[in-house]
């Protein structure tokens, strides 16, 4: 494929605010000499994005259907008039590859590579079938497995974010899979000013000696973030920090009643490697009884690695196995706050061993667990596309 013909389009099915998983792979693919189109889909429609968008070199077009999200069956309605709109604009564009990121553009995706003659890229976020299951009855989660199956036929390369599921992809579409991880960019947290950092946590009314455990991302009932709340409640020198879109939860009710709990609501991905530097640990819980717990690969283990932030967490999927690799963080024996509380207190006790889960952390950032690292699988799947027809797969598996 030659430079001239490098133009890659990516389906989203949020509106790019931006998505950090989408935004570091387009920004590489972008400096690996592709020109990147993301179309995105807008829900609500109010004017906070603008329809077209330039973010790092990458193209942004947000198409409007307005809708929500959780919204089970609902959602597919708003869903097939999006893949519609996406289809009438996408049809007319010059493109050489397609992207869809997660099932829900894959639909989409299949026609488009199809009708233009292209390449098609599946990248799988999270195991999608399984994030529906608690929204709607059983039968839709097993056809959107068989949906799944079916589609992959038609895929070139699947990229997953999960070891676990890159496994269970390959095995299921007998296609090439590349499982290119979340870890993050670690000049983004070096660049963190540690004058920042001081002035962000005296603003919160941290004080120096605190030891500060925060919990940055979704509020989903299985992460059990309001076990944290109840683990921290009342202990001196100890500051519960919670960052995330939380309206309609618990949480802002439970925090106001507890003054060392601190919520900011949602922030601008573009702070979270601040609001991670401003912690000394992260705590990440998730229901091991859960479903989707064999495939949790955190975008908090990563952003905590890169920051050098010890962290405490329940052992799942790949969160407790890189935690047990590179020993950066104490894994709960059970996901109480009696357990959180203790692993808290282990670490504000003793501060030497805290000082070395953040080094090991550091030095797993450094020398395994970062972009740099991750992208250059995204860049080889890529560079194979070139030798591939549509459907045909990659003929190395990595």
């Known amino acids: 494929m030659d430079r001239e013909r490098r133009r890659v389009l990516m389906l989203l099915s949020n509106p790019f605010a931006p998505d950090p998983r989408v935004h570091k792979e387009a920004r590489t693919l972008t400096r690996s000499g592709y020109t990147v189109t993301i179309l995105a889909w807008d829900r609500q429609g109010n004017g906070q994005y603008p329809a077209r968008q330039e973010v790092d070199g990458v193209y942004v077009e947000r198409i409007t259907v307005r809708s929500g999200y959780g919204l089970g069956l609902r959602q597919i309605l708003p869903m097939i008039v999006f893949w519609c709109r996406a289809f009438k604009k996408a049809r007319k564009m010059d493109i050489q590859v397609v992207h869809s990121h997660d099932l829900d553009t894959l639909p989409l995706g299949v026609a488009l590579a199809r009708t233009k003659g292209v390449p098609l890229v599946y990248d799988s976020h999270e195991r999608f079938p399984e994030t529906l299951r608690f929204r709607v009855p059983g039968v839709v989660v097993r056809i959107a497995y068989l949906l799944e199956g079916l589609l992959a036929r ?197 501060r030497c061993y805290l000082a070395r889960l953040q080094q090991n952390a550091r030095d797993a950032a450094r020398h395994t667990y970062n972009w740099e690292n991750a992208s250059q699988k995204l860049v080889s799947a890529y560079a194979s596309l070139s030798r591939l027809q549509p459907g045909q797969e990659m003929v190395e598996r990595a």
Request: charge should be negative; glycine fraction near 8%.
């Open 154 to 350: 038609f895929v070139n390369v699947i990229i997953t974010a999960s070891a676990v599921t890159a496994t269970e992809l390959q095995a299921i579409s007998h296609k090439s899979t590349v499982h290119v991880s979340n870890s993050a960019d670690v000049a983004e947290f070096d660049n963190v000013d540690p004058d920042e950092i001081r002035k962000e946590r005296e603003r919160l009314g941290i004080h120096r000696d605190d030891l500060v455990v925060a919990y940055i991302g979704r509020f989903d009932p299985q992460r059990m973030i309001d076990r944290l709340v109840y683990a921290v409640e009342g202990r001196e020198g100890i500051k519960a920090l919670i960052v995330g879109q939380m309206a309609g939860t618990p949480i802002p009710d439970l925090a106001n009643s507890r003054p060392n709990v601190i919520c900011l609501g949602w922030v601008a991905p573009h702070r979270v490697p601040l609001y991670t530097s401003v912690a000394d640990v992260i705590y990440y819980g998730f229901d091991d009884g859960h479903p989707y717990a064999r495939y949790a690969a955190p975008n908090a283990l990563y952003n905590c690695i890169a920051a050098g932030r010890a962290i405490i967490a329940t052992g799942v999927g790949e969160l407790g196995t890189i935690i047990r690799e590179t020993e950066c963080g104490l894994i709960l024996a059970s996901p109480e706050p009696a357990a959180i509380a203790g692993a808290i207190d282990r670490l504000a006790t003793d």
